[in-house]
Each structure stands twice: as C-alpha cells, then as structure tokens.
C-alpha cells in the first residue's frame, strides 16, 4: 500500500480550544513583555528622559563587554551593530536577550554528568591507537580526546539517500527491540510516518521495554496536541520536553534539541537530518520533492548514541535522577559485534560548552581534503572561519561543491544564504541549487575516505546554537554510499554562475544587510 500519497487527516479543533491552548498564552505573555519594554523607552516625560540617559549608558557599557567577551565575530558584530542603531534600548536588548538566567545551574550540572558518562563510552575498548598513520587520525584523536567521543570498529552502516528509505528501516528495527527503545527528535507530527511509530512503540511498551521519547518544545510547539505527552505516558511510554517554551524573553529559548536519534538495545542506532513528519518521507507536497539523508549503524558504534541520549535525558531531568549507565551496555555478557570494514565516530555538539564540536568536525573535514570535498546543506549562512575554509580549499585546487535548496523553507534564511555564493563562486567553489524541491540533507564527504551525516545545518543556529549530533564515517562503505548520493544528486540540479550571484544592485544591498543579521537566522 502506497502510504505517501494518502492525506494527512487532523482532529478538528473548537476556536475556544485553540484560543486557550498553551502556546497561545505564551505568545501572549511575550507581547505583553515586549509591549512594556517599549512603552518604557518611546514614551515621555522627564522621568523617561532620565531612563533614556541612563540605558545609553547601559549600552556602552554592554559594548564594551561584547568586545572583550570571548564570541563569534559575527555575534559581536551584529549586537554592535543592533545597539549603534538604537543606542537607548540597544543594550536593554541585549541584556534582556543573553541573560542567561539558570544556565550556569545547566553548565555545571553538564560538566559533572560529562564526567560521569566519559568512561562509558569506551565499555568495548579504546580502537584510536589501530589509526596510527591514517590520514584522518587528527580528526578522530579531536573528537575523542578533546571532545570526548571514541572511534569505534565493528560497526556495519546503511546509509539513506530519502526519508522514505528510513522510514521503512526503521519500522523494521523497531520491531526488533527487545530491551530498551529511545527516540530523540526536534519536530514530530501526527500523521503517516510518525502514526505507525507510535504504535510499534506503545505495543513495545506493554511488552515490558524500556521506551522513551524525548522531543523538543519549540519545534513541536505547533504540531502536537496539548494531551500527546499524556497519552503516550499512559501507555508507560517515558516522555520528556526538551526545554520547554516559557512565555519569558531569554536567550535560553534559542537552544533548542535539533538531534535525531534512535537507539535500539544499543546494538542499533539511526541518526541523520530526518524528523518524524510526513512532508520528510514525501506524503505530501510541501516545498516540492523533499531531499534528506540518514544513516543506520549496528554494531559497538551504536552504543554512542544510547550514551548521547541518555546524556541529555538526564540533564532535563529532575536533578538526582541519574542513571547507571553500564545496565544499558549490550554486550556485558554475550558476543560483542562482528568485524566491519572501516570505523565510526559519532559525537554530538552542545551551547553549554566553548568547544563547538559540529563545526570543527566540518573545518576538519575541509581543511584535511585533498581531491574533493562535497557538501550537502538546507543553509547557508556561516562564519568567516567557514567561509575562508571553503574558499582556501578551493583555491588550493580541491574540487569543492555544495548542494542547497532551489525552494527554500524560509525566503529571509534564502536571499542570506545566497548572499554567500558571490564569494564562494568566485574563488572557484561551485554552489549547486537542488530545482526538484528542497535538500534537507546534511552530509560531508571527502577523498573516498571520510564523511560525516548528521544533523547539523551550515548556519549560526545549528553551529553555536542548538544541541545536535552525527557520525564521521572513515573507511567504511558508507563513504561511498555518501558519495553516490552526491553525484546521483547533481543531474537534478542548477550550478550558480558567477552572473547570477551578482543579481541587481538593491538585491545586492538587501542581502548585505541580511547578512548583519546572519547571526539570528
């Protein structure tokens, strides 16, 4: 039965319902703060006008701050820029935006945590002295020594080139957990694709498995019925939300859980740029054909995964409810896995830390390519660090390509992003634009030897921002299974030339400006 061309159905809702839903005070209670906060500053008075005084002191001081604050140029630049423009609430702006409120509480309960769960990622053996002279040891002695996430063998992949493809493996392997299931996902909705899982999931439950979903609440903010969370939990599923959206202006909101993860028993995993919604597996026509990528890894590799999830389930816990992690390892007892060509790296990047692991792993990647370098991404919109990585490496004489969108999910995201091509372009990357939809995926893969697939986009957000994941894949058939994804793609794509970049002189203006804000995006 062909399940992606059926429509989705939804329950109808009453407009009293929707008017009193959550999600509706809480925008509500943020306009009521943003309402007086204005109020404040554009009114009159002399009492006003000694607050006015008051905050462009308040904003040169917070100027200063930035400057020596250890951060992104481009952050910096930006909030200079915001609080120049509008000295009077500039600094207000700031302060009101990146107070971070109960992050050192998070920062701290993460180190420790970090430290409890360091050991347990090498149960099955430390594998980094057998890359001794391999051409990407730097890559994996960074992740493990410094990021603390060990390269592993015996670990069989299967890459996806569509959501489709995942959808169908994971019903698969659902059905085949025995002990524990964990899902990680930023977007759910009702509907064909995530129906189906629920169901293996709560008969999984009944069954006496360990099942647990965790979801974030700002992307399924508008997709879940208020009672979800409910429901599952009275079918002894085990359910977090991920930072749930409070109706207070704090920079706490921007860190979002942008992961995919599923972990079967520790022996499967799955991870890639999929959410468990119907437009990812094509059920219907959102922005034309929607283009993603995952991968599946079974074997000592998927143990990381397990460990990651359980990492992060236990930081938005309730304090005290740690766990023992060696009761989830697999093979305590038993055969551990088969041999594999090739090893397995995943890791995961997080705002609580200064090591921002995800984009390392990308300048990694780009700096150590020799032939080639391909990249799939939905975005955009970097760092100069990113930016004169991609550039050098071109100009190195390394065949240096990037596939996007042609139709875009967000047209603010979209004229920024391609403000990037004309200095791309010009130092000899070739930028592709993916005409049959929207490319969701987001893979690098390098000289037949490594690649990596995961969750994170090439912009501020899924850089600095969210909490995210992946696995570099080296030597390992998954290598070329990115590959071929890569080049199968280019046929149903457009490349940018250099003409088309500059565009008229107000487009040109416009995407400058834009490019100000790229921090935000």
């Given at each position: 039965?062909?399940?992606?061309?059926?429509?989705?159905?939804?329950?109808?809702?009453?407009?009293?319902?929707?008017?009193?839903?959550?999600?509706?005070?809480?925008?509500?209670?943020?306009?009521?703060?943003?309402?007086?906060?204005?109020?404040?500053?554009?009114?009159?008075?002399?009492?006003?006008?000694?607050?006015?005084?008051?905050?462009?002191?308040?904003?040169v001081i917070v100027c200063l701050y930035i400057l020596n604050k250890k951060d992104k140029p481009g952050y910096k630049l930006t909030w200079i820029f915001l609080i120049l423009l509008f000295p009077i609430f500039g600094g207000c702006l700031y302060l009101v935006f990146c107070s971070q409120g109960n992050s050192g509480v998070l920062r701290r309960r993460m180190a420790r945590l970090n430290e409890k769960v360091r050991g347990f990622y090498l149960l099955g053996g430390d594998v980094l002295p057998a890359l001794t002279g391999k051409e990407y040891v730097t890559q994996a002695r960074y992740l493990q020594n410094c990021a603390g996430y060990p390269v592993y063998d015996r670990t069989q992949t299967e890459y996806f080139d569509s959501g489709e493809g995942f959808f169908r493996r994971l019903l698969e392997e659902l059905e085949k957990g025995e002990k524990y299931i964990f899902l990680e996902f930023f977007i759910l909705r009702e509907g064909l694709m995530l129906n189906p899982i629920l169901e293996i999931l709560k008969r999984k439950a009944r069954q006496g498995l360990d099942v647990r979903l965790m979801y974030d609440d700002l992307g399924c903010f508008m997709s879940l019925p208020p009672n979800f969370r409910r429901d599952l939990e009275k079918s002894n599923i085990r359910c977090l939300v991920f930072n749930p959206f409070t109706p207070l202006l704090s920079s706490l909101q921007n860190n979002r859980d942008h992961r995919k993860i599923v972990s079967i028993d520790g022996k499967v995993a799955f991870t890639g740029g999929v959410n468990l919604a119907d437009e990812y597996i094509n059920a219907y026509d959102r922005f034309g054909h929607w283009k993603d990528a995952a991968i599946l890894l079974a074997g000592a590799g998927a143990w990381s995964f397990t460990l990651i999830f359980l990492h992060l389930w236990n930081l938005e816990s309730p304090a005290g409810a740690e766990e023992d992690y060696s009761a989830f390892y697999p093979w305590k007892t038993g055969p551990g896995p088969g041999p594999s060509a090739g090893y397995v790296q995943p890791y995961a990047d997080n705002p609580m830390e200064l090591e921002n692991v995800g984009e390392h792993v990308y300048l990694q990647i780009i700096n150590n390519a020799k032939e080639y370098v391909y990249i799939n991404t939905p975005y955009l919109v970097v760092d100069d660090n990113l930016v004169s990585a991609l550039t050098l490496s071109a100009k190195s004489g390394v065949d240096v390509r990037i596939i996007t969108p042609h139709r875009w999910d967000k047209e603010i995201v979209a004229l920024t992003s391609r403000s990037y091509y004309r200095q791309l372009v010009s130092a000899g990357v070739k930028v592709y634009e993916y005409t049959a939809g929207f490319n969701h995926s987001k893979t690098f893969v390098s000289d037949d030897v490594v690649a990596a697939v995961g969750t994170i986009n090439l912009d501020f957000r899924s850089l600095y921002l969210h909490f995210e994941c992946g696995v570099c894949i080296y030597e390992n058939p998954g290598v070329a299974a990115v590959k071929k994804d890569f080049l199968a793609t280019l046929p149903k794509c457009h490349e940018i030339t250099l003409a088309e970049c500059s565009g008229p002189a107000r487009q040109r203006i416009l995407q400058d400006v834009l490019r100000l804000f790229a921090p935000f995006m």
């Open positions: 039965m062909d399940q992606r061309k059926q429509p989705c159905k939804q329950m109808p809702k009453s407009f009293i319902r929707v008017l009193f839903r959550r999600r509706v005070f809480v925008i509500f209670t943020i306009l009521i703060q943003l309402g007086f906060i204005l109020s404040a500053i554009v009114g009159s008075g002399l009492m006003i006008q000694y607050v006015h005084e008051a905050l462009k002191i308040l904003s």
